[in-house]
T-cell receptor
């Protein structure tokens, strides 16, 4: 069973609109949660990293939130741009200093003009 | 500022052939790793290394070998390619230790095994 579940699987929005992507995890113990952006044909690029004690982290138009009690995270994209079209991957690290990461399957976002 | 460099970008193999996927980083990262990405699945760890001379298995190591003779390079060897190894392969690196180390990924190698 996948320990990191993302929803929706895919999403289409119009340029300029906001959207929110969801990530639920069952990984335990939990150290930190990351969001990555993966453009087609490229490797993932880090957007945010949050430890269990942080509940929000921003990177420009991207804002990630974390509720460690309910084991849920969200990535909010404000004023979407065509360049936001990509897959967004939620990644959970099991314990401090570990190099074992659990990857979600991603949400594929398409922004239309 | 090259970051993580992977070669080749694309490769087609016949079943039973062997090959090496190259990965190099210029950030003096101690940690390096190989992942494979398949449709409908999250990235899965194949092998990783926490420093020169040190390697360990990940989630799906069968059919792959690695070595780490220098800090910069971490090649992945397919011993006898099988169609099940058709995938996109990513190399990633980070600084060792700590809670917030950022993973840097290469641009990937798309491998097809016929």
């Amino acid at each position: 069973k996948n320990q990191v579940e993302q929803s929706p699987q895919s999403l289409i929005i119009l340029e300029g609109k906001n959207c929110t992507l969801q990530c639920n995890y069952t990984v335990s113990p939990f150290s930190n949660l990351r969001w990555y952006k993966q453009d087609t044909g490229r490797g993932p690029v880090s957007l945010t990293i949050m430890t269990f004690s942080e509940n929000t982290k921003s990177n420009g138009r991207y804002t990630a939130t974390l509720d460690a009690d309910t084991k849920q995270s969200s990535l909010h994209i404000t004023a979407s741009q065509l360049s936001d079209s990509a897959s967004y991957i939620c990644v959970v690290s099991k314990s401090p200093g570990t190099y074992k990461y659990i990857f979600g399957t991603g949400t594929r976002l398409k922004v239309l003009a | 500022n090259a970051g993580v460099t992977q070669t080749p970008k694309f490769q087609v193999l016949k079943t039973g052939q062997s090959m090496t996927l190259q990965c190099a980083q210029d950030m003096n990262h101690e940690y390096m790793s190989w992942y494979r990405q398949d449709p409908g699945m999250g990235l899965r760890l194949i092998h990783y290394s926490v420093g020169a001379g040190i390697t360990d298995q990940g989630e799906v190591p069968n059919g792959y070998n690695v070595s780490r003779s220098t800090t910069e390079d971490f090649p992945l060897r397919l011993l006898s390619a099988a169609p099940s190894q058709t995938s996109v392969y990513f190399c990633a690196s980070s600084y060792r230790g700590g809670r917030g180390e950022k993973l840097f990924f290469g641009s990937g190698t798309q491998l097809s095994v016929l």
